[in-house]
């Protein structure tokens, strides 16, 4: 199956596009999904997905198939499996931005291929929920990519190491971003940082982060680094169909898991990319 | 001798069991230090394996071992092909668990074997396989166009084969005949379903094993696990027990059953899989899934010249027991009951990345039938005949049997006058007319219409020498044994596999008949080759006509034999002994005679018999038909189409089956109800549904729609009898009459109710939407319709 | 199919059920009756850590009268509730309706309160108790609240519940005097959920309509009331024409869903057949 997703914010290309590659902004915006690890190309990745009574857990990993800074297209290819079950989800994602009178247009095209159990039913158990989960992204995304970011308030426990290092990053232009260095993997506990979802409006829509994280420890690690390290979650964050209630704004013809993944991989891709400079 | 068991609608002696379910089915037994299986299967369509990492899975609780396709790859075989249809048939390898490549959601890549049925469930989540995702290859038609996907790299194409048969001289009839119908039809995929899930159960005793399966076929299943496992066949023994219903999706060499006998062989204990029914949904063979293109030319008065048909029939994504026949038996069905000069049939074999195909009630038959019967209402409608009419005009004359069809079948018997005729006026034809007349007047949103279908088949599979001529890799005979013992008692021992049809009874009617003995002193044994040693199995209703016949013959060798000793005893010649209701007698001197059960005693002591005389007068048959059997009846469907909703609602079903000799009429009503719904379910309810991606969507039976009572009309069944010649018992065989006839009586009375509105198909299953969208679609011209069936043309002469 | 493992508690009272509910967190499920609960949990499309079976609490299943309305137990099965004198007498079309849910072994185990907290739109329940303005009571150990209909059903298969909450009952207001009632399901089989249905009170004036109910099963991700219907039908005519101008209004804003089962077009058009189908039933 095939997806579109089209939205629009109001911010100049060049600034969309350097957000963008802001792998912690990008990934409060992804309702459900935990990054767990990057290994050389590959970034590794949780999604859950709650549905009513139904819940179905992905595990998967990512890698960049081609990036086309001038034209601002991304691609990429990621592949999941359910965390229990045989089924599978893979997709090819391509991310285009264009500018539009100051605004900047993002076109997300999926191709995605759903196994398993959820694809084996008549009724399509996440079509509606996949449609919602874009558009929660898209909003949350659009949210982001308008508000100034990195200013934006941290949560207090890990707020102290935070503002330091963040300054740099809006004006940062993408070709002096590809030429730092990759970073070492870190290992999970320092990575830990809990501050990521608060870190816009539109993040306030999440689940909340799971309380009693040992933040201020990982923070004071945190300074030394060049970059800001990994986020990584503790705990899995479902997607929640309560969290996004209302008025259902969903497009019917977007299919549903693919829009879960297609989000997921758009992270990673992120990510990675940001690692490789 | 009396008749009063055979005919007599006798309730089926084996039902209290089955029907509580209290008794042997394979799941009901776990002999001490069962291990239970579990499969993991591919949720690919297509798919490199590219690693499989059971060692987390070996792990868990309970589990004694886990395997993976590449682990048993140097001793699971290969699943056979028993009909190599062509000499160039493509016939790729089918490994029973996956080794390298998947190629339809469901089919097997790891096992584990657990001590705990539900801890080898969760263990098969512990399993990680990696997959290198191939195209799904879904569509026939694209599957064959040029440069397309494979399902089998190795093979260079997606035909299997492709297999012509040719009578007559079809250019003749097609030029200049003045009505040329051109018709696309699509048999959709089935799912058998039937009640009992496949299970199986292999228990090893040093070097031997009993394996107890819910399989149709014990006898060809034991012949076959001994080919594909290099294990004696004397070494095997194969028990299907209590079995519940298989549809022809039980006559099969299912990798599981290869698997359990492996996994047994290895771990020495006794181990058990059933599946569950979304499991089987995805991994029983599925049923038809053909496109039939179809062209038929006639005459102004409604007589037929000839047919073409051209066919592309699914394989699935390999060939497994009699995959790529099943499509070819409906190659002599295509005339049905008509007369006409030439016949062409083509028919591809096409591999798509779907679970394979194979003989499904009916097999070959239906589909045949359906394109026919079809086409002679799209005829009589093209000519404005009556339905009826156009078939009286080209159907056999009873005065004309024996008659050697354009297919080259000799149809030894058969009176379609006389049933349909019956049909009518049970259904009230006339008046019914009138009705429809009367609500297309009115303009009734609920429009009626009337559904024809005059059918008839081959069944009684079959003169071993015609399935030779079509390479089927097996004979058509059955065997019987009676066994007479000291109390005289019998035992009826026949190599035909009951799976629910009620074997049991009726051939203890039988032979409480050809006996004289009580009904009750009969025991009829089945389903285990070590009691019953040879047989062909059921399937094909062949069981009576084949089976049947040979336990007839079986009791006459006992009487025979019997008449020996009874003279004998009776110090009388043979010649002047009579044997009437169990009992032998001197002719003209009644109050002298022994019965059976004296005979039997006799025979069995042994003091007193004639020199050369064997002491006993057990006996054994093997019956080859010299021919098929040809059932026929005539079909009558009345359907209330909603033209709002699209509902199709059936408001009469009468059939007038002539299935021959009715040994139990209940029965016989059993076979015709089960198969109307099966056949109705065909026409508006059931398909096997994969997405562009090659995933079945209709895994539970919340998609796949099976009718319940609930859902079918009450059905009005009657009989004409005419005895088939090439049997002595002039039995013909049921069950698969009704599933035959009725799919396209109720495709007919839809189109029928609709065909002012321009409406020339409804592709099956007529669901409400499908039945809406043909009504919107009447606007638009016929021939450009997608998916109805092409265009209705006629060309010619006198235009 | 064998269900992944899960703790299963069976309490004895409310109160344990709701402390039970609220200690076992949000990867717990309530076991009503199981029908929709039972196949998910086989297939493994749910994997509750834990499972609290409501089977042996006292009183959920009572259907009493509290004056200007009857409050349904939610445990009260189908079979219960379609036998009820209370439900017969003043909520004729949740019996109606009750009796197209499944088959009578289902009916016997499945409950009120579980086909709704399910929040299936498929369901035929939840647009019942959307056109009879039902109220849920609900409990947790935080304390009870009340949620409406026209609240509760928050999405696909998603109620206004909270995790820790449990549904009690549901409190519908009777009729009262003068109404009709109609549920109409258009399903392919007995046993299939519906493609669509609607839901329909309407009270008669005469040869008029003055006031009229109509909800739809399956045209959006939760039931949906058919606001648009009842307006253009309201105050008119009990005509033909009025009514088939009315249901013409119903598919308006839906989102049917596309399934097997039918498309998202063919649902918008049965829409206003069988609303039309269902006012003249219940005007009748």
Request: hydrophobic letters at 40%.
């Amino acid at each position: 199956m095939e997806l579109d997703h089209d939205f629009t914010v109001p911010v100049p290309v060049d600034q969309a596009w350097s957000v963008l590659l802001d792998v912690e902004r990008v990934a409060g915006c992804m309702p459900g999904a935990t990054l767990d690890s990057v290994e050389g190309e590959e970034y590794s990745g949780r999604m859950k997905v709650k549905v009513g009574a139904m819940t179905i857990t992905y595990r998967g990993t990512a890698r960049i198939v081609s990036a086309d800074e001038a034209a601002r297209v991304l691609t990429l290819e990621a592949s999941a499996k359910e965390a229990r079950g045989s089924g599978t989800a893979a997709a090819t994602v391509q991310a285009r931005l264009n500018a539009e009178d100051g605004t900047t247009r993002v076109a997300v095209h999926t191709k995605l291929n759903v196994t398993g159990r959820p694809a084996q039913f008549g009724r399509n158990i996440l079509s509606e929920v996949g449609a919602k989960i874009i558009t929660r992204f898209a909003n949350a995304l659009a949210a982001e990519l308008e508000s100034p970011g990195e200013t934006a308030p941290a949560v207090s426990a890990t707020a102290p190491a935070e503002p330091a290092e963040r300054p740099a990053e809006p004006t940062e232009h993408p070709a002096e971003a590809a030429e730092r260095p990759a970073e070492p993997a870190e290992s999970p506990a320092e990575a830990a940082e809990p501050e990521a979802a608060a870190e816009s409006g539109a993040a306030a829509a999440l689940p909340e982060e799971p309380a009693g994280k040992p933040g201020p420890v990982e923070a004071e690690a945190a300074p030394a680094r060049p970059e800001r390290p990994l986020r990584v979650a503790r705990e899995e964050e479902a997607i929640d169909l309560l969290e996004i209630a209302g008025p259902s704004i969903a497009k019917r013809a977007v299919p549903v898991i693919g829009g879960l993944v297609a989000l997921l991989l758009v992270i990673r891709f992120l990510v990675r990319r940001r690692r490789n400079r | 001798m009396t008749t009063q068991e055979v005919g007599s609608p006798r309730k089926r002696s084996e039902d209290a069991r089955l029907i509580t379910g209290r008794t042997r089915w394979t799941d009901n037994m776990t002999p001490a230090g069962t291990l239970h299986v579990a499969f993991l299967r591919s949720p690919h369509a297509h798919a490199r394996i590219t690693g499989v990492d059971t060692s987390q899975a070996k792990k868990s609780p309970g589990v004694v071992a886990v395997f993976s396709g590449r682990d048993l790859a140097e001793e699971q075989g290969a699943l056979p092909c028993a009909w190599v249809v062509t000499e160039d048939m493509k016939h790729p390898d089918h490994p029973p668990m996956a080794v390298n490549e998947v190629r339809y959601v469901g089919e097997p890549v790891a096992c584990v074997v657990d001590r705990d049925k539900a801890a080898a469930v969760d263990a098969l989540e512990e399993i990680d396989v990696d997959y290198e995702p191939l195209p799904a290859v879904v569509d026939m038609e694209a599957a064959l166009a040029e440069g397309a996907d494979l399902v089998h790299d190795d093979l260079g194409t997606n035909k299997s084969y492709t297999w012509v048969f040719e009578n007559g001289d079809l250019d003749a009839a097609m030029r200049d005949a003045p009505v040329v119908i051109e018709r696309r039809y699509v048999q959709q995929r089935l799912i058998p379903t039937a009640m009992e899930p496949r299970s199986v159960l292999c228990v090893p005793e040093g070097d031997e094993f009993t394996l107890y399966s819910a399989t149709q076929i014990p006898h060809i299943l034991r012949l076959m696990l001994a080919m594909v496992t290099g294990i004696p066949e004397h070494r095997i023994r194969v028990v299907a027990p209590d079995v519940g219903g298989g549809f022809g999706s039980k006559l099969q060499v299912y990798g599981e059953e290869v698997l359990a006998l492996l996994l047994a062989r290895r771990l020495g204990r006794p181990v058990k899989w059933t599946e569950t029914r979304s499991e089987g949904n995805m991994t029983v063979h599925h049923g038809r899934d053909q496109i039939q293109r179809l062209t038929l030319a006639a005459e102004r008065d409604g007589r037929i010249r000839g047919l073409k048909v051209d066919l592309l029939a699914d394989m699935g994504a390999y060939l497994m027991l009699v995959t790529p026949g099943i499509p070819l038996l409906g190659a002599f069905m295509f005339n049905g009951i008509y007369k006409m000069d030439a016949l062409s049939f083509t028919c591809t074999g096409v591999f798509t990345t779907k679970v394979p195909t194979d003989a499904y009630r009916g097999a070959g038959r239906p589909e045949a039938t359906f394109a026919i019967e079809r086409m002679m209402d799209e005829l009589a409608a093209e000519l404005d005949i009556d339905p009826i009419e156009v078939r009286r005009r080209n159907w056999i004359k009873h005065e004309e049997f024996p008659y050697e069809t354009i297919a080259g079948l000799t149809y030894d018997s058969g009176n379609y006058e006389a049933a349909t005729d019956k049909a009518l006026e049970l259904f009230g034809y006339d008046k019914l007319r009138a009705e429809q007349a009367d609500r297309r007047e009115r303009q009734d949103p609920v429009q009626l219409g009337i559904g024809v279908s005059t059918f008839t088949e081959m069944c009684g599979l079959a003169p071993s020498r015609v399935l030779g001529s079509l390479s089927y890799g097996a004979g058509g005979w059955e065997h019987a044994s009676v066994r007479v013992l000291a109390s005289g008692k019998i035992e009826v021992i026949t190599g035909a596999s009951a799976h629910g049809q009620g074997h049991e009874t009726a051939w203890a009617q039988i032979t409480a008949d050809r006996l004289g003995v009580p009904f009750e002193d009969v025991k009829v044994l089945h389903g285990d080759t070590a009691i019953s040693h040879k047989g062909m199995d059921t399937y094909g209703s062949r069981s009576l006509a084949v089976g049947g016949v040979a336990l007839f013959s079986a009791c006459e060798k006992v009487v025979d034999k019997a008449r020996k000793v009874a003279a004998h005893l009776l110090e009388a010649s043979e010649q002047d002994l009579e044997f009437t209701g169990g009992r032998f007698s001197v002719r003209g001197v009644e109050q002298e005679g022994k019965t059976l059960q004296e005979v039997a005693l006799a025979a069995f002591l042994a003091h007193d018999l004639p020199d050369g005389i064997e002491p006993s007068l057990d006996s054994e048959v093997t019956f080859d038909p010299e021919n098929f059997s040809f059932p026929h009846g005539t079909h009558l469907c009345a359907a209330e189409v909603d033209t709002e909703t699209g509902m199709v609602k059936i408001r009469k079903y009468v059939a007038v089956d002539d299935v021959g000799k009715v040994v139990n009429p209940l029965i016989v009503e059993g076979q015709v109800h089960g198969g109307l719904a099966q056949g109705i379910a065909q026409a508006l309810y059931e398909e096997a549904v994969y997405d562009a991606e090659g995933n079945l969507t209709t895994t539970t039976m919340a998609d796949y729609l099976i009718p319940s009572a609930m859902d079918l009309p009450t059905f009005t069944t009657d009989r004409t009898e005419t005895p088939a010649t090439s049997n002595p018992m002039g039995v013909k065989g049921v069950g698969e009459a009704g599933t035959i006839a009725s799919t396209p009586a109720v495709v007919n009375a839809i189109v029928d109710a609709l065909r002012p509105h321009g409406v020339t198909d409804v592709p099956m299953p007529c669901t409400p939407e499908r039945v809406w969208r043909a009504l919107r679609a009447e606007s638009r011209p016929a021939a450009t319709e997608p998916g109805a069936g092409g265009g209705l043309g006629s060309a010619g002469g006198d235009q | 199919m064998i269900p992944a493992t899960f703790d299963y508690v069976r309490p004895a009272s409310l109160d344990d059920a709701v402390r039970a509910l609220s200690d076992a967190g949000e990867d717990a499920k309530v076991l009503a009756g199981g029908q929709s609960l039972m196949p998910l949990l086989r297939l493994r499309l749910a994997v509750p850590d834990a499972l609290i079976d409501l089977d042996r609490i006292e009183g959920l299943r009572e259907i009493r009268d509290t004056g200007d309305a009857i409050v349904i137990g939610a445990m009260a099965t189908h079979h219960q509730v379609i036998r009820d004198p209370l439900v017969r007498a003043h909520l004729p079309l949740i019996a109606q309706a009750t009796q197209t849910v499944a088959d009578p072994a289902v009916r016997h185990r499945g409950t009120f309160g579980g086909s709704l907290a399910h929040a299936d739109p498929a369901g035929d329940l939840p647009a019942v108790a959307s056109a009879l303005d039902a109220v849920f009571l609900v409990r947790s150990t935080r304390g009870d609240r009340e949620i409406p209909a026209s609240e509760f059903f928050v999405d696909w298969m998603t109620s206004a519940m909270e995790p820790d909450e449990l549904l009690v009952g549901v409190r519908v207001p009777k009729l009262g005097a003068g109404w009709g009632v109609h549920y109409e399901k258009f399903h392919r089989t007995a046993q299939a959920w519906a493609i669509v249905g609607v839901a329909c009170a309407v009270r008669r004036d005469g040869d008029g309509i003055e006031d009229a109910r109509v909800a739809l099963t399956n045209m959006g991700p939760a039931p949906v009331r058919a606001g648009a219907v009842e307006t253009a039908i309201r105050g008119g005519p009990a005509s033909q024409d009025a009514i088939r101008a009315a249901a013409a209004q119903a598919p308006a804003g839906t989102e049917p869903p596309t399934d097997l089962h039918g498309s998202s077009e063919y649902r918008a058009h049965l829409a206003t057949v069988l609303t039309a189908r269902a006012l003249t039933a219940a005007a009748g």
